[in-house]
């Protein structure tokens, strides 16, 4: 199992990398916010994984652990969209 979270964490850092690449850092995460969009990723696909393990087994934990963090790296570039959108305010301006 230790070879399999750290697998995750792998996986988790590059989904992360991923999302720096295609710039879905919310833009209010200022100097260290790719580093944070790394930490986001890398916990989502541990936390992913590991429910995968509970709930399921550990076949499809990895694409568990993928999903989840496709989803958690996503999911503050929603937020932040969706609240500018709200206020009425441009996004990164």
């Known amino acids: 199992m ?5 697998f ?5 850092i590059l989904i992360g990398a991923l999302a720096n690449a295609a710039r879905l850092r919310p833009s209010s ?9 790394l930490g986001v990723g890398a ?10 393990v509970l709930l399921l087994e550990r076949n ?6 993928l999903w989840v963090a496709v989803f958690g790296v996503t999911l ?6 969706e ?3 709200a206020k009425g305010i441009a996004p990164g301006k």
């Open 43 to 52: 916990l989502a696909a541990l936390l992913g994984g590991w429910l995968g």
């Open 60 to 65: 499809v934990a990895t694409a568990m652990a």
């Open 76 to 81: 503050p570039w929603l937020v932040t969209r």
């Open 8 to 12: 995750w964490f792998v996986l988790g």
């Open 2 to 6: 230790l070879a399999l979270s750290l």
């Open 29 to 37: 995460w200022d100097r260290h916010g790719w580093l944070l969009m």
């Open 83 to 85: 609240w500018f959108k």
